[in-house]
């Protein structure tokens, strides 16, 4: 164990599919600093993914849920209250999909049903976990919940398509939620913007490479890796961090603010 800043914390971990996903690394590092946590992925990433593989190495157990279905949500908080016998500390919501990027069609020809659907999973999901939590008084006082984001919210990046409006929904529910969860339970909200990371979801976007080469070279500190993303949200599911909600933290080695590519001046 590493630091256990998470001892005696019970969690929710979305979006572990396999090794590369940002949501395994976390489900390690949470529980390597000493926290008990269920894992959750939608029932057919739940076939073809490894989530079970990693409720092994985590001594847990993977309860299914389609994080646009809210009797799904409800079950799930419900199931993990009495496995881990208690209310909730933190949550990490890494979900995201968009049928339009799958299916590689354009900004200018997207389909408006997969936008929904876009929408759906990647951004109201959010909300839903939210409000299911806010109904079911399943969230603890100063509990944590963090969303995982990319900085086409905030900047245009030919390729990410739909996904860039549904980030930028994304963060705008967790800074609302965080406003009203903050008020009545102290319940931080935040999401993590990072860098480009080598994974299912991320492999999907088109030019792949070119961001994650392009962001490599202006980033001082280089792309972030998943671990450390990982963490960083272990940062944020703690109490050293139980004055920060509502806000949207660039974990991006320094991207987000640098204006060139770091070594180009001496070229
Ligand atoms: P991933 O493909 O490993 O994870 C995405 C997860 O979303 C999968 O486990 C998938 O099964 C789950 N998911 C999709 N539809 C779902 C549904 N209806 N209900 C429940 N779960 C569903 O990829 P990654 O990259 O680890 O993605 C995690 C989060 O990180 C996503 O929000 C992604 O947008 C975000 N992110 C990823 C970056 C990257 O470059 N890979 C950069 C910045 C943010």
Redesign the pocket.
């Known amino acids: 164990m590493k630091h256990p800043v998470l001892k005696g914390k019970r969690g929710i971990i ?5 090794e ?5 690394q976390v489900a390690l590092a949470a529980k390597d600093a000493g926290a008990h946590f269920t894992l ?3 029932p ?2 739940l076939r073809m ?1 490894k ?1 079970h593989e990693l409720a092994g190495l985590c001594h847990t157990i993977v309860i299914p ?5 809210t009797e799904d949500l409800e079950t799930l908080f419900r199931q993990s209250m009495v496995y881990l016998d208690g209310s909730i500390d933190f949550v990490l ?5 968009s049928p339009n990027v799958r299916k590689k069609k354009s900004y200018t020809d997207l389909d408006y049903n997969f936008f929904q659907k876009t929408i ?3 951004a109201l ?1 959010l909300h839903k976990v939210l409000q299911t939590a806010w109904q079911l008084d399943a969230l603890s006082e100063s509990a944590s919940v963090v ?5 086409a919210a905030q900047r245009s990046f030919p390729g990410y398509g739909d ?1 860039a409006d549904a ?1 930028a929904a ?1 963060e705008s529910i967790a800074r609302n939620f965080g406003y009203y969860y903050g008020s009545r339970k102290k319940v931080r909200i935040n999401t ?14 088109q030019g ?1 490479d070119t ?2 080469s392009y962001a490599d070279q202006v980033a001082p500190l280089g792309n972030a890796s ?1 671990a450390s993303c990982a963490d960083f949200c272990v940062l944020l599911f703690s109490d050293y961090t139980r004055m920060i909600t509502m806000q949207n933290i660039y974990h991006d080695g320094g991207f987000s603010s640098a204006g060139m590519p770091s070594g180009l001046q001496d070229q």
């Open positions: 979305f979006g572990a599919l396999d590369q996903s940002i949501a395994w959750t992925n939608a057919v990433a993914g989530t849920a389609d994080a646009t279905s919501h890494a979900v995201g999909m759906d999973i990647s999901s969303a995982l984001t990319y900085i996904m980030k994304l993590v913007s990072q860098s480009p990371t080598r994974t299912t979801a991320g492999n999907g976007i792949f961001f994650f998943a």
